[in-house]
């Protein structure tokens, strides 16, 4: 996952100093792409985490492209109502951690938290008005989509869309346009409410052109 490890150990001192760096905290933010995120339904969560993990490891095992006993896992309860239980769950190969905490643990750092981006970005997309809000962030090749509930994610995918320089318009319009007005269709199917707000990050100069389509097209 990591093809150029000594890249970035080369460039922790530049952003953080030469100062001794022992057993200080960090929390890293990974591309959404390094993990597979799930909004699974329960009629009945158990109590005890080990077993909410087992459950949640059998209810993602044919979902995940890794050996989920293997995969290091975190949970959010979103939604506890009688006979009803909403998780947003997040699945990593133990190994693709690895080769992000090694980054920093070899420098000297005590990795705590360890995020997708998506998730860190939630605080800066929810909005407290009521309605959908869409969430469209790209990075790279690599187009996140979130549909958010104020706080509540109500769907997340992670799309490779990998194209060349040349064709980044081509995809933004012919990629992009469709997965969106799918994620709208799917918010007015599924859960029964118009989306509201449409929210673009990591498009460059072409977000107000995007935008502007978006805004005419839906």
């Known amino acids: 996952n990591v093809l150029k490890p000594h890249l970035f150990r080369e460039a922790l001192p530049r952003v953080f100093g030469t ?3 022992k057993r200080t905290a960090a929390a890293i933010v990974i591309p959404d792409y390094a993990v597979r995120m ?11 985490d080990d077993e909410r993990t087992a459950l949640l490891r059998f209810r993602l095992r044919k979902s995940v ?3 989920i006993e293997e995969a290091q896992l975190a949970y959010s309860v979103q939604v506890e109502e009688p006979k009803r239980i909403e998780v947003l769950a997040v699945a990593i190969a133990r190994p693709i951690l690895d080769e992000y905490e090694a980054i920093f643990s070899g420098a000297g750092y005590r ?8 998730i860190a970005a939630l ?5 407290s008005d009521p309605g959908l809000t869409l969430v469209a962030k790209a990075a790279g090749s690599t187009l996140s989509v ?5 706080a509540r994610v109500r769907l997340v995918r992670c799309l490779d869309l ?8 081509r995809r933004e319009d012919q990629m992009v346009l469709p997965l969106l007005q799918q994620t709208l269709a799917y918010a007015e199917d599924q859960l029964g409410q118009p989306v509201r707000r449409l929210m673009l990050c990591g498009f460059g100069p072409e977000t107000e052109r995007l935008g502007n389509r978006a805004q005419k097209e839906f």
């Open 111 to 118: 990795v705590g938290l360890v995020t997708p981006s998506a």
């Open 123 to 127: 605080r800066l997309c929810a909005k």
């Open 38 to 48: 799930a909004i699974l339904d329960f009629e009945d969560f158990p109590s005890g």
């Open 146 to 150: 979130l549909l958010l509930d104020q």
């Open 19 to 21: 100062a001794a760096v």
């Open 162 to 169: 990998t194209a060349g320089e040349e064709e980044e318009r």
């Open 65 to 67: 492209p890794f050996r």
